[in-house]
Every structure is written in C-alpha cells, then in structure tokens.
C-alpha cells in the first residue's frame, strides 16, 4: 500500500485553485446515463472514487473517454443494467447509479453496498422512496432487483435529508409522466450543481438547495457539455492545512458561500477570513484558539470536515468538544492522531479535544478517506516525521493534495 513521508514545521504560504468536486461529479456523472447521447463533462476531478464510476459505466455498456478534467459519456449502447458486486463493494455512492438506470430502464440490479469506517450507511431510505414511485423491489441475499413498467409520480418525504437518497429519487422521476415531490430533501450544494445539470438537459426539476423539490416529468432529455462545481471539502481541508502551520492561503475558483460554516469556525480560531465571489483567503495566527464544533445537515457544519477540522484542534489553546451527529462511526481516525500525541477523549458522538502545544512526527495509517486528510494536516505541524499508509483512501477524494501541498511550502514524499 503507498504513503506519504510529511516532515512538518513548515509554514505553508501561497496561492491554489479548488479541483472539482468529488461529491457533485458522481452524481452527475450518474445522471449522464438519463441521457441517451452523448455527455461532455469540465473540470472532473482526477481520484479514484471517479475511476470506479467510470469503470462500472464502461462494465454496463457506455464508451467513455477521460483526459484531464474532461470526460466524455456515450450512453447509445448501454445494454446491461447490473452494477458488478465487486465494483458496488469498492464504492458506496454507486448507490445512486442504480437510480439512473431505473429511470431510464425502469429495471436495475444491484447489491447492498454495506458499511465502511464511518458506518452502516444503509440505504432504507433509497429503497422506500422507490417503492413510493411504484418500484417493485426483490431482495435475496443482499441482491437487490428494482423494476417497474412507469413511474407512479407522488409525494415522498424523506425521514432524514440523505445526499443519496434525494439524488436517487429525483434520478427515478426525471422520465417519467407526472409529477414527483420531495420534502424533507438534502439541501447540500451538490444537489444544486445536479439540478443545473439535469435541467440543462432539458429536466424540469426545482427547489435544489431547499427541503422540496419538484421534479416534472420529462419524455426525453439532450446532450450537453457541463462544468462540475469546486469542491468545497478539499477548500476546507486545505484552508486547515494553511491554519494548522500559522501560514497563508490564497484558495482560487472556491464558492465561499458552500463552506460558510467552516470559515466561521475558522474565524473563531482566530484567522482572518476574505471573500470575494470565487477567492478566499486566510491568514492565521501563530496559534489556533480551542473552538466547539456540531455537525449537521447542509447548510450546517458539514461532517465531512469534521476529522480535517478537529485535526487542527488538537494544537489550538483550549479545550474543543466536536459532536459528530450525521455518521456513527466517524471518530476512528482519532486514534491514529493520539499516536502523534494528541489529547482526545471519545465518549459516543462527542469528541473532547485537549489542546496540546505541539504534536510529534509518528507512524500512522489512514483508515477512511476525510480520516487520511485528518492525519495529513496534522503531519503539516506536527515536530518531526510522519509516515502515513494506507493512502489508497485518501487518493479516493483528493487530486494531488501532496503536489498541491508541496506547491506551498509543505514537505511531503509518496512512497509506493
Ligand atoms: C453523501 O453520502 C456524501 N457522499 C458523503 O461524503 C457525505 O458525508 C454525506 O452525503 C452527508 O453529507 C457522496 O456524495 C458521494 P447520506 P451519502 O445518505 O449520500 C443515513 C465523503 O467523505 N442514511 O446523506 O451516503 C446514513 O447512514 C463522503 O466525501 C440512512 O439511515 O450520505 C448517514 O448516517 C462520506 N438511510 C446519514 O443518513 C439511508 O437510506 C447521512 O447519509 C441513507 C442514509
């Protein structure tokens, strides 16, 4: 498995441009199987997890073609609806592909694609939203069959706002002859970026960015090209990454407006913050003030920033309390921080962290992807060396966060 060598104490200083982001590219890259034609997708992130994605359209049917951050989509011949186990195993959101085929196909299969380091992450609500629509569903052991000959148009409330289960919903209702309602719907930026782009195409999908959304159904939909928004986690995460080293950022094509909470946060830390409308930029203190954080639900603190920022935390003056309320097993990735010495107590969803003064260079391993950038940013400040395995998770959601970081004055070596 590779890693990363990080020799930290350097103070990171400098400017860097946000890749796209992870979390709206699969979705979308999803919803290009609703268009029968051909997709041209800008600035796709280079990671795994859309090497997966890719990989599972190819294994259905579709000819795809990536260079750089374009990739184009040809769904004319897909002709199998079945998403591999294997490929559902490596990957949890290939969930919402399953959507997509059954919108255009009215029949999919698949397999429960089970829980990974951060929880069970099952998917009840995917499936009874289905079954809303008029879904028939057959399970047998952990195989799943949706088939329906239309979709039922309705109202479906959603009992927790998932990211998944709204994509999936409105993937199912985008071809079809009435009209579908969501509420309770995740409101995540993500979800805006897949409106933009199913509309573009011809959907008429709205409320993206509040708890309902409305989809009409439409016969056909159009190829186009479109760009994916930035991603406003790896922001956050490199915007931590300046703070934790007392250094300076300038962060380019960023929407300031998707991580708010996170820039509050960080602003009482004591850096100072400037927005303008795709820039941000910090400057941070020679050390961090101990702050509390809760996450929730867009347009809250997002968990996925959770690990990233409690990292700086176990450096800053003070005591902090961080309150993971989206995912139950999220803390994992502590432990490895407590091997570079830091001072953290985990008592259920609640993390109590003890500002030490410095952390110290230690072997680690990362244990699930936002858990790896954890112990990236700690590395950056922490006295000594740190060697980090298992990064193979952390390759799944950040393109060249070592170059990215080294571009700035960070000390970080791959080794395979
Ligand atoms: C998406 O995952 C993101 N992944 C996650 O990012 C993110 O953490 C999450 O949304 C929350 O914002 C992608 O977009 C590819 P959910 P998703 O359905 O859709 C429970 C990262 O690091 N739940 O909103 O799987 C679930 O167990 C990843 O980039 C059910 O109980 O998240 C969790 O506790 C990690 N039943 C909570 O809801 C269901 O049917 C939120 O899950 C579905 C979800």
Do not use: W
């Amino acid at each position: 498995m590779a890693g990363y060598i990080i020799e930290g104490g350097k103070k990171l200083s400098g400017s860097l441009t946000v890749s796209g982001s992870k979390n709206a590219s699969l979705p979308i890259i999803a919803g290009t199987i609703l268009i029968n034609g051909v997709t041209t997708l800008y600035n796709v992130p280079d990671i795994n997890d859309i090497k997966i994605t890719l990989k599972i359209l190819t294994f259905l049917g579709c000819k795809v073609h990536k260079k750089n951050g374009k990739v184009i989509i040809d769904t004319r011949k897909m002709h199998n609806h079945e998403i591999p186990h294997d490929l559902m195993r490596q990957m949890r959101s290939s969930v919402v592909l399953a959507g997509a085929i059954i919108g255009r196909f009215k029949n999919a299969a698949f397999s429960y694609p089970g829980g990974c380091d951060i929880g069970a992450r099952p998917i009840d609500l995917h499936l009874k939203g289905f079954q809303k629509l008029g879904i028939k569903i057959e399970e047998n052991s952990g195989n799943i069959r949706c088939r329906c000959d239309r979709i039922i148009n309705g109202k479906i409330n959603l009992d927790f706002p998932s990211v998944g289960a709204t994509e999936n919903l409105i993937f199912a209702s985008v071809l079809s002859d009435g009209e579908t309602i969501i509420s309770n719907a995740a409101m995540e930026p993500e979800i805006v970026d897949l409106q933009k782009f199913l509309n573009k195409a011809g959907a008429k999908i709205s409320g993206a960015g509040t708890s309902e959304i409305r989809i009409i159904g439409v016969k056909k939909l159009n190829e186009i090209k479109y760009t994916i928004m930035p991603d406003r986690i790896e922001a956050g995460t490199l915007l931590c990454g300046a703070a934790i080293t007392g250094g300076f950022l300038e962060l380019k094509n960023v929407i300031p407006e998707h991580i708010s909470p996170v820039l509050h946060k960080l602003e009482e830390c004591g850096c100072k913050i400037q927005t303008s409308n795709r820039v941000i930029t910090l400057e941070a203190p020679k050390r961090l003030q101990a702050v509390d954080i809760k996450t929730t639900p867009y347009p809250g603190f997002p968990t996925d920033m959770q690990s990233v920022f409690l990292s700086i935390l176990t450096v800053a003056k003070g005591t902090s309390v961080v309150i993971e309320n989206i995912f139950e097993n999220r803390f994992k990735y502590t432990n490895e921080l407590k091997r570079m010495g830091a001072k953290i107590t985990i008592e259920g969803k609640t993390a109590v962290i003890k500002g030490a003064k410095k952390l110290c260079g230690a072997q680690v391993k990362s244990t699930d992807l936002r858990g790896g950038a954890a112990l990236v940013i700690a590395a950056l400040s922490a006295k000594g060396i740190t060697k980090i395995d298992d990064i193979e998770h952390i390759l799944r959601g950040y393109e060249k966060i070592d170059v990215k970081l080294n571009s700035i004055g960070a000390d970080i070596k791959l080794y395979k």
